[in-house]
């Protein structure tokens, strides 16, 4: 699948398909698609209450439409300056694992985030 689609991209003349098979090849690549999951996951933890899930879903979008604005701004304008591309390569990886414990931490609930602030939950194995 993956192949059929790099061959459309590569013999398209129009912008526009270009852009919408290059997104959908990120789309259904192995991270980013493990990323939908999960988020659908989350956002479906409220499915009796469809204006919530409304509302989280929207915000993820933006988050996540952010998100990419905002990295794709920053190595556009001028991370080959900074030598970012060194910097990920020799602690990208530790802070990365960091991240993702920390991630894994509030998503198994061990630590939520309320209204008013964190509250830390004890796991229990019953």
């Not at 933006?62 to 990419?68: A, D, E, I, V, W």
């Not at 604005?69 to 920053?74: C, D």
């Amino acid at each position: 699948m993956m192949e059929f689609l790099q061959n459309l991209v590569d013999g398209s003349n129009f912008p526009l398909l270009t852009a919408f098979l290059l997104g959908l090849m990120t789309a259904i690549s192995p991270c980013p698609l493990a990323t939908n999951i999960t988020a659908t996951a989350y956002l479906s933890k409220d499915i009796g209450d469809k204006r919530r899930v409304m509302f989280n879903g929207v915000f993820y979008t933006l988050g996540r439409m952010f998100t990419y604005t905002a990295l794709g701004l920053i190595f556009y304008f001028g991370a080959s300056q900074f030598q970012v591309a060194k910097l990920l390569q020799n602690v990208g990886g530790m802070w990365l694992g960091i991240a993702l414990v920390i991630i894994g931490i509030f998503m198994l609930d061990i630590i939520k985030l309320n209204d008013y602030g964190l509250e830390i939950h004890r796991l229990d194995y019953e």
